[in-house]
């Protein structure tokens, strides 16, 4: 079970972009670096995840890959940090080229539907908190409260009925994996 923050506790993810751009950021994380992911939520200035590690990383790789990833792409989009030169998946990368150069160029889409929704940008430079909260979970009936904890997050936060932006939205389906 891991949260995290945004720096200060900004409400990027008011921003409809930066959300879509997170679910993809996961998706194209999830592949590349193999963990199943059983549940997921973001709420304004944070998200939760329940994930399990596969052979090669560990959770602060995936973290890292995450935070990192995300906070260049969502620079890139407010105008922080330079677009890509390329498309070309590097040769490390191999593998994985056709689904990194759809996410790059969704990432551009996303920079242009941002401009024209915000000619002034509003947002300062992106940023998350320096650390994230992670817990073990140790049983089942763990797994089932943290789960549930997940699910009803964004009602905790007063956030609309019908936010999109969680696991059990069947818009996700196909990222999640049952446990």
Same mark, same amino acid.
């Given at each position: ?12 993810? $008011?921003? $409809? ?35 399990? %590690? ?13 935070? =990192? ?51 002034q940008? %509003? ?6 908190q =320096? ?8 049983? =089942? ?12 997050? %964004? ?19 196909y990222?999640?994996?049952? %446990?």
């Open positions: 079970f891991i949260g995290i923050k945004t720096k200060n506790n900004f409400p990027y993810f $008011k921003e $409809k972009i930066f959300c879509d751009l997170f679910v993809e950021n996961l998706k194209l994380c999830k592949e590349m670096k193999g963990f199943l992911l059983y549940g997921w939520v973001l709420i304004y200035d944070h998200f939760h995840l329940m994930i399990q %590690p596969g052979d090669e990383f560990n959770v602060s790789d995936v973290m890292f890959s995450i935070k =990192k990833q995300f906070s260049h792409d969502a620079n890139r989009i407010l105008g922080y940090n330079k677009l890509y030169t390329s498309l070309k998946a590097r040769k490390r990368f191999r593998a994985f080229r056709r689904s990194i150069i759809n996410y790059q160029k969704f990432v551009l889409s996303s920079k242009t539907r941002f401009y024209f929704k915000h000619p940008n %509003p947002f300062s430079k992106f940023q998350w =320096k650390s994230f909260y992670d817990h073990y979970i140790r049983n =089942k009936n763990e797994f089932i409260r943290l789960m549930n904890y997940i699910e009803y997050n %964004p009602i905790k936060h007063g956030l609309p009925s019908d936010w999109p932006y969680v696991f059990c939205n069947n818009k996700y389906n990222l999640t994996d049952t %446990p």
